[in-house]
Each structure stands twice: as C-alpha cells, then as structure tokens.
C-alpha cells in the first residue's frame, strides 16, 4: 500500500469556522508532512513531524495547528481563517528514516475555499 | 543559496511528440532528484528519483537524466499522450535529510494538443 488518503476531498468554510483536516497512511513512514499549494505554484511547506513529534514549522500562523495523533495519522485543524487562506492542502509522508533517498508521497489533497 | 529552477516554465506539444524538460539547482550538499507529475487538483506523484551516482532513470515513456558535475537534470517524454497534459516538477533534496526540507522547483506545465 503506497497511498497517502486525505478527507475531506472539498471543504467551504466561513471565517469563524473550526474545521479539520485529515491524513492517513499505512506504509510504516515515521515523517508526515502538511504543504499549501496555491494555484500554478509549487507547494510551501507547512509543518514536519518525525515519529510523531513536531519538527518544523514554518512560521505557520497559529490558526492553523497540526496534530500526529499516532504514527498513521495527521490531522490540520482550522479556526478563524482568511480568505487568502484558500488552498489545495497537500499531506505527504516518507520514510524518515535517515537512510537513503527519501521519497515523499503525496495524498490527493484538500481544496480547502474559505469565505 | 539552494535553488532548483525548471524551464521552459510552460509548453504545448502535438500528440505522439517527444519532449525534454530541464531542471538546474544549486542545492548542496545533494542527496537526491525527483520528478514528480502533479495533475490540476491533485497531489503530485513521483515518477522517478536519482541519488548522486545514478545518470539515467526510466519509467515507462518517461526517462530522467541527472549530470551531477553540471547539476543539471532533464526529464524526456516520449510519444507524448493527451494524459501527459500536468505540470512536472522537480525536487531536490540535500545529503543527510530525513524529515526535513526539500526544495522544488516552479513546474513545467505541459499541454498535450490532440
């Protein structure tokens, strides 16, 4: 199994909204990865977690907060967000290992229109 | 300062033509090269990874090249399909980086014509 699942696939939401993203992976990858990709860019990165501790963060603004629940799961949650926030949401994951290349596999996404 | 740059930034090919793809960084020190192909929405997939000492990796019609003196890196698409229309990037990553940054480049966006 090589895949990286997002839910949901779409989320609307309004500037007061709380909302979750959701992640999972069950190839035994100990780095899990959130990116924000706008149109026509390339992804920014946004947080890394390694065996389920938070390594980077990109100076993220604190409406968005990550979480690893456990080594298969990522979760973003969101509250008070702005319109420029509107985005595909991309979660990856990799092996982390420290040994040899290593690749990151993308999930499908999160376009994520905040009104 | 580590950069990957990718060019032409877009290009629209007949069906059933080749097409070459180029890549340049500075990234240092250099672990490894990808390509990954990202469809309109979606999250990118890899197509092929090179460390430092591999000159040729293919998969399927498509065949990426790395000169690692030169740091350069190209990504060939053979027989080009209307499927192929997706915009390839290419990602660098530096030695000894397990989960830490890598760096893309801006993308290629390929349009197939039929």
């Known amino acids: 199994d090589t895949e990286v699942t997002q839910t949901p696939k779409h989320l609307v939401m309004g500037m007061t909204n709380k909302k979750s993203l959701k992640c999972e992976q069950h190839?035994?990858?100990?780095?899990m990865y959130w990116y924000k990709q706008k149109a026509k860019k390339p992804p920014e990165l946004m947080f890394v977690?390694?065996?389920?501790?938070?390594?980077i963060n990109e100076s993220v603004p604190s409406r968005f907060s990550p979480e690893c629940p456990n080594s298969s799961l990522l979760n973003l949650h969101l509250h008070a967000l702005q319109p420029e926030d509107s985005a595909l949401y991309l979660c990856?994951?990799?092996?982390?290992?420290?040994?040899?290349?290593?690749?990151?596999?993308f999930g499908p996404g999160t376009r994520l229109t905040v009104l | 300062k580590n950069q990957v740059e990718q060019s032409p930034q877009s290009l629209i090919i007949l069906e059933g033509k080749n097409c070459t793809l180029q890549c340049n960084y500075t990234v240092s020190p250099f672990s490894n090269l990808r390509w990954y192909k990202q469809d309109t929405g979606r999250g990118p997939v890899s197509l092929t990874i090179?460390?430092?000492?591999?000159n040729t990796k293919s998969n399927g019609r498509y065949t990426a090249t790395l000169d690692a003196d030169t740091k350069q890196s190209s990504l060939h698409i053979t027989a080009s399909q209307l499927s192929d229309s997706a915009s390839y990037i290419c990602v660098v990553s530096q030695l000894y980086s397990s989960a830490s940054k890598i760096i893309f480049g801006s993308g290629t966006r390929l349009s197939i014509r039929p």
């Open positions: 990856a994951s990799s092996q982390g290992s420290g040994q040899g290349p290593d690749t990151q596999y």
């Open positions: 977690y390694s065996y389920e501790k938070l390594s």
């Open positions: 090179m460390t430092f000492s591999e």
């Open positions: 190839m035994g990858h100990r780095a």
